[in-house]
């Protein structure tokens, strides 16, 4: 019996636990953006990788030397800067200059995540905070698009994409509208197989519908994302939608059109679910993807810019909070309320 | 009568590994005495017994050595034939030092028990059972040790319409109810018996987890015709055997936060619990072992045993062997039983199992990892089976804001289930800072 005569260890139950780590789902949340960012490489060719990758090493990079600078152990290893920097490279025009991706993925993280406290604490998602941060500062580059699937995307890279800092990008003559703003500005309307497959102009990540509604689909079924989030803004935006179509027939888009043109997927899938800056209860969630539907109608039909995901979502994640102290669960036992 | 085959069962909870089939074919076995046995005078919630013994005294096992203090309080009996050494503070499972009484088992003392006043479950009246099963010693033996007695008449302006046998058994490693409903099956009937005599409660339900088919089999061909009694199977999750759960899975009722069972017209008895009155009563003894299930992976001959009350942790585990690197030793299963810090503490009536871990296992399970900051995935939320809210719980209790944790938050409806550190992706040992503030919560009120 010499083997209990050693030291036991004391520790509080549970004994055991399910295995789950936070730096488990948030790769796992990468693992479902990769085909996103192979469909925006494969549309939009080299710029569009250029810009991913810049978008995600100056977030990551941005985490390590504020870590360092603030004496705390590197987060790097949690996975969550990786996921903020794809998103917010999949946020953007894909020939814009690299030296402004990088300017604004220096911004996401260390404002729109440390600022704020890190991770855990961010109370808007980081990557719409540094795409909301180009937008203001750079608006001519942040709504311009290359045309998708141009003859030279993989040999050539776009004049702009290496444009000098503080310098006047130049551009190629290849550039269109995103199917959003010819709604918006001209009354036309794209046809649904090409959004659904993202055969069209706009952001590197805002294209294909299908990837990004099977990604979803994998971390919904690996118990990584609240379903209930994404379906409520989508629910929400068709209804309107609907709605609209019925009282003033043809003035408005149809609502498949709707769905998938834009960042609403992207959106709705990848950005409103940032579990930090959404509501914790399951109802929270419908409210808080009710208002996001909401405003992103409200921005697209009567706002004055073409496109609003951006908006809404930065918008509901200030109301987050709110939905969070005016929805509790209610406790076993009661009514609901205080007891 | 035949089994509802309930597809009912409460909402969130969580699904550990169940780690049954090591022990839940292996039929109950004698454990043989210690040299010494350690039997505290209270081993249930409220007043200790007073002991009825002196240093030096003879005992005979099934002799009562403690008598009830009040009715908060349960009758104590010698587990073995022997020497009454001393009476002295001895340390507890809990940590804190309790008066027990230490009996020396003559050699090779028989297992035999003398009968004392047996209770005849046609004629007793309700009042005499529950004074029978006050006698008897009888406690909880799912865990909790509340003395059984006290909630067998329903309060005033109350009556009980269903009694509840709880014999979900959902603790992971823990196969005592299961062996119990497969060897005392008769005991379990006889128990129901007395049971609904004394709550006056008109039929019965059993509960068993569908892991546990065997039982259910065996319940259903033994049941007799006359008895109101009815097997009910749940889905597999734990907590599921606890006495909120239970009710919410087979009557879907809510026990109000605060509440009892009573307030819903129910009561609930653990089936081990019940095969215990089903056996004793008749013969008018009391409790002096109970069955427990031995395990783990550091156990070498892991088993059900039926273990005299007051055999140590040491004896019990030199007896069953024990392998690799022994690192953990708790009471219960591993979801919910308490770390013991000394192999030198009894079992007690409310000791459900000893289960052991290598630090292979805690080192897998809840060692070294790093701990992250909430990130809000809720996991917690729709872990949480009485709908609290431990994220937000968690941050309240890392400012030490106990009192906003208790008035808003419904701390204390918390029953430390631990489901909520269990799936927390960041390990926040969310349940453990919820035992600490809910003694936090009872000291300030205890001072105010």
Redo the contacts between chains.
């Keep these: 019996?010499s083997?209990?005569s050693?030291y036991?260890?004391?520790?509080?139950?549970?004994?055991?636990?399910?295995?789950?780590?936070?730096?488990?789902?948030m790769r796992n949340v990468v693992y479902a953006l990769l085909p996103v960012c192979a469909f925006a490489i494969y549309s939009f060719g080299a710029a569009a990788a250029l810009v991913l990758v810049t978008a995600t090493l100056s977030c990551v990079a941005t985490e390590q030397v504020l870590c360092r600078l603030l004496s705390r152990p590197s987060t790097v290893g949690?996975w969550?800067v990786t996921i903020t920097g794809i998103l917010y490279g999949l946020t953007l025009p894909p020939d814009l200059p690299l030296w402004m991706v990088a300017v604004g993925g220096v911004f996401a993280v260390a404002v729109g995540k440390f600022l704020f406290g890190?991770?855990?604490?961010n109370a808007f998602n980081p990557a719409l905070v540094g795409r909301a941060f180009l937008q203001a500062a750079f608006p001519q580059a942040m709504t311009h698009w290359a045309a998708p699937l141009g003859d030279a995307r993989f040999m050539d890279l776009p004049q702009s994409t290496l444009a000098l800092p503080f310098v006047e990008p130049g551009y190629d003559a290849v550039t269109t509208a995103t199917p959003l703003a010819l709604m918006k500005f001209e009354g036309i309307q794209a046809a649904n197989q090409e959004l659904m497959y993202g055969l069209t102009a706009g952001s590197t990540g805002e294209t294909c519908a299908v990837l990004i509604a099977l990604g979803g689909l994998y971390l919904v079924a690996r118990?990584?994302m609240?379903w209930r989030t994404p379906i409520s803004i989508l629910t929400t935006v068709a209804i309107l939608t609907l709605l609209m179509n019925w009282l003033e027939p043809g003035d408005y888009p149809r609502p498949a059109f709707m769905l998938f043109s834009g960042g609403l997927m992207l959106g709705a899938v990848y950005m409103a679910t940032d579990?930090?800056a959404?509501p914790?209860?399951?109802a929270g969630c419908w409210l808080y993807g009710a208002l996001i539907g909401l405003l992103v109608v409200v921005i697209r039909f009567w706002g004055g810019m073409p496109e609003g995901v951006m908006y809404a979502i930065l918008l509901a994640n200030a109301v987050s909070p709110h939905i969070?102290r005016l929805i509790?669960?209610?406790?076993?036992?009661?009514r609901g309320g205080?007891? | 009568m035949t089994a509802v085959l309930t597809r009912s069962t409460f909402r969130h909870g969580?699904h550990?590994?169940e780690q049954k089939d090591e022990t839940s074919h292996l039929a109950i076995r004698r454990f043989p005495f210690a040299p010494v046995l350690v039997v505290p005078l209270n081993q249930h919630l409220g007043k200790p017994a007073v002991s009825t013994v002196r240093e030096g005294e003879e005992v005979v096992r099934g002799q009562t050595i403690g008598k009830p203090d009040g009715f908060m309080s349960v009758a104590m009996h010698a587990p073995a034939s022997g020497l009454v050494r001393r009476i002295t503070l001895a340390p507890s499972a809990g940590g804190s030092m309790v008066e027990s009484v230490f009996i020396e088992p003559h050699p090779a003392a028989s297992q035999e028990v003398d009968d004392g006043e047996p209770c005849d479950v046609e004629t007793a009246s309700s009042e005499e059972i529950v004074a029978a099963i006050q006698q008897a010693g009888i406690v909880g033996l799912g865990g909790a040790a509340f003395p059984t007695h006290v909630k067998l008449r329903p309060p005033e302006g109350k009556e009980f319409d269903t009694l509840l046998i709880n014999g979900v058994e959902c603790e992971?490693y823990l196969t005592t109810d299961h062996r119990v409903m497969l060897e005392q099956t008769a005991d379990i009937f006889m128990g129901v018996r007395y049971l609904l005599k004394a709550t006056g409660a008109p039929k019965a339900i059993i509960a068993v987890e569908a892991n546990k088919r065997d039982a259910v089999q065996k319940l259903e061909r033994a049941l007799p015709e006359d008895l109101p009694l009815e097997v009910a199977v749940c889905p597999v999750k734990y907590p599921q055997g606890a006495e909120?759960m239970v009710i919410?899975a087979l009557l879907g009722r809510?026990?109000?936060?605060?509440?009892l069972p009573a307030d819903v017209g129910t009561i609930c008895i653990n089936v081990a619990t019940t095969a215990e009155i089903g056996r004793l009563l008749p013969h008018g003894r009391g409790i002096q072992e109970r069955v427990i299930t031995i395990g783990g992976p550091a156990i070498r001959h892991k088993g059900n045993y039926r273990i005299p009350i007051g055999t140590t942790v040491?004896f019990a585990?030199?007896t069953t062997g024990?392998t690799g690197?022994?690192?953990?030793?708790?009471l219960g299963g591993?979801?919910?039983?308490?770390?013991?810090?000394n192999?030198d503490v009894p079992i007690t009536k409310g000791t459900s199992g000893i289960?052991a871990?290598t630090?292979n296992?805690?080192s897998k399970?809840?060692g070294h990892?790093e701990i992250?900051?909430?990130?809000?995935?809720?996991?917690c939320?729709e872990a949480?089976?009485?709908?609290?809210?431990p994220?937000?719980l968690g941050l309240l209790a890392k400012n030490e804001q106990y009192p906003e944790m208790a008035?808003?938050?419904?701390l204390m409806?918390c029953f430390e289930c631990?489901a909520c550190?269990?799936?927390?992706?960041?390990?926040i040992?969310l349940?453990?800072y919820f035992?600490l503030a809910k003694k936090m919560v009872r000291k300030l009120e205890a001072t105010a």
């Design positions: 019996m083997r209990m050693r036991l260890e004391i520790g509080s139950s549970p004994h055991v636990t399910s295995g789950a780590s936070v730096d488990v789902i949690d969550s890190g991770l855990g604490s118990n990584m609240n579990m930090v959404s914790i209860t399951n969070d509790q669960p209610r406790v076993f036992g009661t205080k007891t | 969580v550990p590994p992971p909120k919410k809510e026990v109000p936060s605060g509440g040491r585990l030199e024990v690197d022994l690192s953990r030793v708790f591993p979801m919910m039983g308490p770390a013991v810090s192999l289960t871990f630090t296992e805690i399970a809840t990892r992250y900051p909430c990130i809000r995935c809720a996991r939320v949480c089976p009485l709908y609290l809210n994220s937000h008035e808003d938050f419904n409806d631990g550190s269990y799936v927390c992706p960041s390990h040992p349940v453990q035992r």
